[in-house]
């Protein structure tokens, strides 16, 4: 029996070595990888963006402060907006070459009285500032009056901020020349009238509107901003007249009867 014994661990020796390294080589094949998630990993940034972006817009809308701005627009000069958000909530935009294609400069302001349109002098214009109330603080603009630079520094934060407006809002690389943390603004909605212009919104930690780019333009913060008024002051008094339109007014036509008849000299 001790023969057998030894004769049998000598065979099943070799054996207890090899039957490891065949398990090893007859399953060699990798693990299947793991599935995929339910919800890629974009539809969380996206949601993310979208947290993101409407809490900096509501710091933007608490923002007091007077901040400069220049406008860039393809194939106009650049111009430089002066933005006002007084303490009490008032606002006003200094748009030069507002209204009347380009000629006249205007300033818009938002009070507890109203919405008005203030006439600055101007080349084009030497008269002296005057203001016309086109409306309520919050009435709509007719497109006609509207120079819609001030809409992402005033009310398309209150977009920006509804979680039910139509939006669609990504993580975005800054523009040539804009600071801030900036995000890529996209309406979901069939509408012609889309709630806002699509493009890049960029702000600051503190809810400073660093710039805005869109079809119409670029908006781009161009110094420090500096402390808020109590309230905002209109540019002139309020009078009785029409508010300017942003086109150009129409080239008067010739009289026939005040051109030279054939034969005169």
Known sequence: MPVLLRSAGRVLGPLAFALPACLVACTGEQPAPPPPTDSPPAQVDAAGARDELAALAAAAQDRRLVAQYVY????????????????????????????????V???????????????????ARPESAS????????????????????????????????????LAVAPASAPKGLTGTCYSVDSTSASLNAPLDVGIYCYDRDGTPTGVRTGTGTLRLAAPPGPPPATVQLAGPVTEGEPLGTAAPP???PDPSDSPSAGTS
Do not use: M
């Open 251 to 253: 080239t008067p036509t």
């Open 131 to 166: 203001c016309v109330r086109v409306g309520d603080r919050d009435e709509p603009l007719p497109r006609r009056l509207d120079p819609r630079v001030q809409h992402p520094l005033t009310d398309w934060l209150d977009v920006l901020t509804d979680r039910r407006a139509p």
């Open 72 to 103: 860039s627009r393809s194939g106009q000069t650049d111009r430089t907006i002066v933005f006002t958000s007084a303490n009490d909530g008032s606002w006003r935009v200094d748009v030069p070459g507002g209204a009347s294609g380009g000629t």
């Open 105 to 123: 400069d205007v300033s818009w302001a938002a009070t507890g009285d109203g919405l008005f349109q203030c006439a600055l002098p101007s080349p």
